[in-house]
């Protein structure tokens, strides 16, 4: 009797908390955050510290004070104090810290929760794929998988796994729930090229024994490609060069499978869309053997995955693909359907092409989901 089977993935925006930061409606004002983030680190890794990076360190971390703290382990920073000028508390360095070899530490991002609202819609959306292997970007710890397969998804998979990474400091990894066994995980979050982490996150390898492909496993790898935010040209061009790379090494892990013979899936945010001028994720769309479940041919109306504020009277200007399932040959030939779970997103209207009213649970940006959609295909064995 034929046996159906079904992949999924969802950027589910962590589980149950999310860095304050990243959890702003307003796109502009997170990446703007990030930017005296950044600046901030800069400043922190200086061996020494001049009169002027200390007064940079207090004024920049006032800033910053609603959405990070300095973590000190060993050595001394420095305290909160008050900045007369902002009216915040900022890291005033100690005397004693003479550079950051006068202590062990790092910036940490403060947290807040999601609503129960959202996690249950994080939940109708995962169980309307009805997924026996889902990929879930964007969750925050193993407990936290553990606990949302419990109580919010009743138990829907029987095994689950996340490798906390080392790279992002906001809590971001990727996991991956199975209702088969998982044979085996391969991590390769430390991998570098030239100095440099390859990965934004990680590349999570997996073996999984399916019932329905003589004895082969199904090999699986869930991945979060970097983003494409930037204030300037150059971090903007940098980010598109790191999925170049991250989209590169993926292929090269796909070298060592048969792609002609073996079940293969690589699946995920990958952050681009196929007609984005980088071209980022030409390794991976111009592999032999390997085929999007979704026609990227179509217009981003039919195919679209993320949606954001669109411009005024320019409904498309929203819409791109950015979460893709791609499968290998035997897979390809095996598949009878695939689709897209886009009623967990808020603000809709509009989107006439393509689009699903949203849950009636989502009554607004504070209680949607996620603003990405999920994607999923079915096979029949």
């Not at 703007?32 to 990076?53: E, F, G, P, R």
């Not at 050595?75 to 009216?87: A, Q």
């Not at 393509?354 to 064995?381: I, L, Y």
Request: proline letters at 4%.
């Amino acid at each position: 009797m034929p046996a159906t089977f079904r992949i999924a993935t969802f950027n589910a925006e962590n589980l149950f908390r999310r860095a304050r930061a990243l959890n702003l409606k307003d796109s502009e004002q997170t990446d703007a955050i990030m930017s005296q983030v950044k600046s901030l680190a800069t400043l922190l890794a200086k061996a020494v510290y001049s009169a002027d990076d200390k007064a940079a360190i207090w004024k920049l971390s006032a800033e910053l004070n609603e959405y990070i703290t300095i973590r000190e382990d060993l050595g001394t920073f420095g305290s909160l104090v008050t900045h007369p000028t902002v009216d915040k508390a900022g890291y005033r360095v100690a005397v004693a810290c003479k550079g950051r070899g006068s202590w062990s530490g790092e910036i940490e991002f403060k947290t807040e929760p999601f609503s129960d609202e959202q996690r249950k819609n994080t939940a109708r959306v995962i169980k309307e794929m009805k997924a026996d292997v889902q990929c879930l970007v964007e969750v925050e710890s193993m407990p936290a998988v553990r606990s949302f397969n419990t109580d919010a998804l009743d138990g829907m998979f029987k095994e689950f796994i996340v490798i906390d990474n080392i790279i992002d400091p906001r809590g971001i990894d990727v996991g991956c729930l199975s209702n088969y066994p998982i044979l085996g995980i391969r991590t390769h979050m430390f991998e570098k090229l030239n100095g440099k982490n390859i990965w934004s996150r990680d590349c999570l390898e997996l073996a999984i024994q399916v019932p329905f492909t003589n004895g082969k496993p199904l090999w699986v790898y869930c991945n979060h490609f970097k983003s494409q935010r930037g204030q300037t040209q150059q971090e903007r061009d940098d980010a598109a060069a790191k999925r170049k790379g991250q989209a590169h090494r993926v292929a090269e892990l796909l070298s060592q499978r048969n792609l002609a013979k073996e079940y293969v899936v690589v699946l995920g945010d990958l952050n681009e869309d196929p007609t984005n001028e980088y071209v980022s994720l030409k390794p991976l769309l111009d592999l032999p053997n390997l085929s999007s479940v979704i026609d990227l041919t179509q217009p981003p109306s039919q195919r679209w995955t993320h949606y954001y504020e669109p411009e005024k009277n320019k409904p498309s200007k929203g819409l791109s693909t950015l979460d893709y399932i791609f499968v290998s040959k035997p897979l390809k030939a095996k598949m009878t359907q695939a689709g897209f779970e886009r009623r967990g997103i808020d603000e809709l209207a509009g989107i006439t092409n393509g689009a699903q009213k949203p849950f009636d649970t989502v009554t607004g940006w504070s209680t949607a989901a996620s603003d990405h959609a999920g994607v999923w295909a079915e096979f029949r064995f």
